[in-house]
């Protein structure tokens, strides 16, 4: 009994020395969080970033030369590369004493800076990824990935066939642009890296599982096998938005209906409900997120939508409501 | 250069001193390797860490539990005998009470353990071994402890018992390893005690039989034979004697000294021999004192009175009759010891607790009666031993008891005491024959010690008329003549009748008493010191006793 006691106190004291000993300082101070992915990737990796930061989201900027192959595939290289500096990302934004919520990785081809891969992750998804609180499969669904074209370039190019069809003096096209781009994005589809210049907003919450919920529907819609062969979806968008002092989840829907489809309308469009209201459940469950007021589902087509609250979407999610029961 | 003390430390603990550097070194890479992690891979390792250790440890016990049950018969086979460790230990001198001879022979001991350059330089004899002879309970380890203490030396302690195996060579061994490891103190404290208790164990005399039946126990004394004389051998590298050989071995044992090996018990081994006593009046009263002290004790509580009832009692029956006395105050709802709590602790002791047995009227009456007899001619013709108690509620596997006790220890028994003990057990077969005309299975006990003290006075002590000195029993028994038998055993036999013969007339002309005797116990069931001598006071008998 006395050697037991002894030992566990031996454990204790050890536990402790390591715990005083390592001390509790993080790795990469806040105030130090650019200098500290700029000097890894550099260091590691041998990429050079530039990082930004605001609120609570970081942003990566990374310049690749050869970003896709002809089949418009990421080059094996500019994945890796990518990967690398996610992974880097991640590290610090695990091992600072600032909070980061989100960090976003944004890639372009040099020789074509339009063309962007935006990557949008979630840091405590990443910490419950490492704890296996979630599977990698899950993890995977709650990042954000995006290949478009820059809203930046868009507009630059629409500013300049105003000026060259319009037969303008081109002198005010500077002045003109620098007003058009004065305006700091407002959706997580406005952020880019665009002349020299990071387009970044602090990236929230609940736009953010707007948009995973959004993401993940499409990507529902492309591979569940019934909604494949019933639906071909042209879009699908989520919002985050404050109506009549209401904060709703709004997801719209634009999906034909495949010719060889049996069922009805209406039957689809319940259908298109259950499926969006399902996947948004469980998102809004597995974030534990109770800030909202509702979940707003509009079909396009059809023009039909469906609003269900918290407890109904709860009930709903636990299967103790059915889609009819909450009245469309 | 390093201190003796620091080497001695090297030499005893390197294994215990090699694993606690291992385990720093552990310590150490483990905070340089959570360092270079990053903080939050560190947070979590330290965060997982008591979990990892749990897990680690569990795993460690099922393996452990699992191998010792499956590859080697249990746990049983962990034990180690031969953990030996050295302590020193703070028995003060003052701590040992009630051996007040004893101490004074006990202190020359440790002067001459102290003294040892100085007996050395006049040519005297270094003390190698202190043999203590004595009772159960005295204190024989107290006082080696005590010892210890006043000579400023750690103390290594093992029971005989541990040196004995039923493999050959084990215990010798195990001598082997105790003397090691006690030179190996005396080589950093200048001196170390080995307290060997139940030293009858190994040191009984050897037998040297064809068979070998008893090698272990020879193999193992003699192994103490060798270390022992082994001590006065070692000297340093310039030709002094070294610290290694200050070992002095304490033994001690309740054995008859005869039954102890003679070269055991030669100068050079065990050179003084210390005889422990129980305890006399005045020692018992101040154990008295400094048991009672430990519990709440009444202020008025007459110490003296319980040493003279507490006759014979070792230290260690005095401290659990206190014990006992703070359990039956506590029983019967007072906060503090009083005389009657001791008493009752005493009896419980001595005579056994009550017993719920539901006798007949007529075995209760023949009970009153038989205890009747015992008391009236313990009281009349005993010459030194008190009536504290008659009872018939049974106890242990009596069913009435007459307590009694001397009023001071008595070392030799003149033959009227043996005759007043014979006479005082047969009193109760006497007293139920008068009353009932029949006896009881009730008597056995008491024919049986009435029989062997006229035995052994006959036999042994030449105390028959017949004049037959000497003793008997030493003579083999081929070579008595069977007339001798017989005329020595008439002669135990005269005895025995004529102490029943004068019981009888004792009976007869105390019938007054005998009866108020039997009648108070039969409504009472129990009968006090002091109400009994209030009965016989009643019938003008005093209580005039004294040790001769």
């Known amino acids: 009994m006395v050697r037991t006691k002894k030992f566990l106190l031996l454990l204790i004291i050890n536990y402790t020395l390591c715990a005083i000993l390592c001390g509790c300082t993080s790795t990469y101070p806040g105030d130090k969080i650019r200098e500290s992915i700029v000097k890894i990737c550099k260091q590691e990796y041998k990429s050079d970033v530039l990082v930004e930061t605001t609120g609570r989201t970081m942003v990566i900027y990374l310049p690749l030369s050869n970003l896709m192959d002809f089949s418009f595939a990421l080059t094996k290289e500019a994945s890796e590369k990518i990967n690398d500096v996610i992974f880097s990302a991640a590290r610090v934004a695990l091992s600072t004493d600032a909070r980061i919520n989100f960090y976003c990785v944004i890639a372009h081809d040099i020789k074509m800076p339009e063309l962007q891969i935006i990557i949008i992750k979630s840091v405590e998804d990443v910490k419950r990824l490492f704890a296996n609180d979630i599977s990698r499969g899950e993890y995977m669904k709650r990042m954000l990935i995006d290949l478009r074209w820059s809203p930046q370039a868009k507009k630059e190019q629409v500013v300049k066939e105003v000026f060259s069809r319009m037969n303008l003096d081109p002198k005010w096209q500077d002045q003109v642009m620098t007003d058009f781009f004065k305006s700091e994005p407002t959706s997580l589809g406005d952020i880019g890296y665009w002349d020299n210049k990071f387009y970044i907003k602090d990236i929230t919450v609940p736009e953010f599982l707007a948009e995973q919920i959004a993401n993940r529907v499409k990507l529902e819609f492309r591979e569940g096998k019934i909604l494949k062969e019933t639906f071909l979806l042209k879009s699908a968008r989520g919002v985050y938005i404050l109506r009549k002092g209401k904060h709703l989840f709004r997801f719209d829907i634009f999906a034909e209906r495949s010719t060889y489809g049996t069922a009805g309308t209406i039957e689809d469009s319940d259908k298109i409900f259950e499926t969006v209201l399902s996947i948004a459940a469980h998102v809004i469950h597995g974030y534990h997120f109770k800030d909202y007021d509702g979940v707003e589902v509009f079909d396009q087509k059809e023009g039909r939508s469906i609003e269900v609250n918290p407890e109904e979407l709860e009930a709903f999610r636990t299967k103790k409501l059915r889609l009819n029961e909450i009245g469309v | ?548």
């Open chain 2, 1 to 548: 250069m390093i201190p003796r003390k620091w080497k001695m430390y090297i030499k005893m603990y390197w294994v215990k001193l090699a694993i606690v550097a291992a385990i720093l070194s552990v310590i150490v890479l483990a905070v340089v390797g959570l360092n270079s992690l990053e903080s939050y891979y560190r947070n979590i390792t330290l965060a997982t860490m008591p979990v990892n250790l749990l897990m680690v440890a569990l795993n460690a016990v099922i393996f452990v539990f699992m191998y010792m049950t499956f590859m080697k018969g249990g746990f049983s086979k962990l034990s180690n005998k031969l953990r030996v460790h050295g302590d020193f230990v703070d028995v003060k001198w003052s701590d040992v009470i009630g051996m007040e001879n004893v101490k004074e022979e006990a202190m020359e001991v440790v002067q001459l353990i102290k003294d040892r350059a100085r007996v050395k330089k006049i040519g005297g004899k270094i003390l190698r071994g202190i043999l203590m002879f004595g009772p159960p309970g005295c204190g024989k380890t107290y006082l080696a402890k005590a010892i210890a203490t006043e000579a400023g030396m750690p103390f290594v302690s093992m029971s005989g018992s541990e040196f004995v195996e039923i493999f050959v060579g084990v215990g010798a061994a195990r001598v082997r390893g105790l003397f090691k490891k006690a030179r190996e103190l005396a080589y950093g404290y200048g001196g170390c005690i080995i307290f060997i208790d139940e030293l009858d164990a190994i040191a009984r005399k050897r037998v040297f039989s064809a068979f070998g039946g008893t090698e272990e126990t020879n193999s193992t004394q003699n192994q103490l034979l060798a270390e022992m004389d082994g001590l006065q051998e070692i000297k340093d590298k310039h030709g002094n004697p070294s610290p290694e050989q200050n070992v002095i071995v304490i033994g001690a044992t309740n054995a008859p000294e005869d039954t102890i090996d003679r070269a055991l018990r030669r100068p050079g081994r065990f050179d003084r021999i210390v005889y422990i006593e129980k305890p006399g009046l005045e020692d018992r009263e101040k154990l008295f004192t400094y048991y009672l002290s430990k519990v709440e004790a009444d202020k008025s509580l007459d110490v003296s009175r319980l040493a003279r009832k507490a006759v014979y009692k070792s230290p260690a029956d005095i401290e659990n009759i206190v014990k006992e006395a703070a359990l039956v105050a506590t029983k019967n709802g007072r906060d503090k010891v009083i005389l009657e709590d001791v008493s009752e602790a005493m009896e419980r002791i001595d005579i056994g607790l009550k017993r719920k047995l539901k006798m007949t009227p007529h075995e209760r009456e023949a009970t009153a009666c038989h205890e009747a007899g015992h008391a009236v001619v313990l009281y009349i013709l005993h010459p030194t031993n008190d009536v504290f108690k008659i009872s018939i509620i049974p106890r242990k596997d009596t069913l009435g008891v007459t307590y009694s006790q001397p009023k001071e220890e008595l070392y030799s028994h003149t033959k009227d005491k043996l005759l007043a003990d014979i006479k005082v057990d047969l009193a109760g077969y006497v007293s139920e024959k008068m009353r009932f005309g029949v006896t009881s299975t009730g008597v056995s006990g008491d024919f049986k010690d009435a029989m062997r003290i006229a035995h052994f006075m006959v036999w042994s002590l030449g105390m028959s008329d017949a004049g037959f000195l000497g003793d008997y029993t030493v003579i083999p028994e081929s070579q008595i003549s069977e007339d001798m038998k017989e005329k020595l055993n008439e002669e135990t036999d005269k005895i025995f009748k004529q102490c029943i013969k004068e019981v009888e007339e004792l009976l007869l002309k105390e019938k007054p008493i005998l009866e108020r005797l039997i009648s108070e116990l039969l409504s009472k069931e129990e009968l006090e010191y002091d109400e009994v001598e209030a009965i016989f006071n009643e019938f003008g008998k005093t209580h005039i006793k004294s040790a001769w």
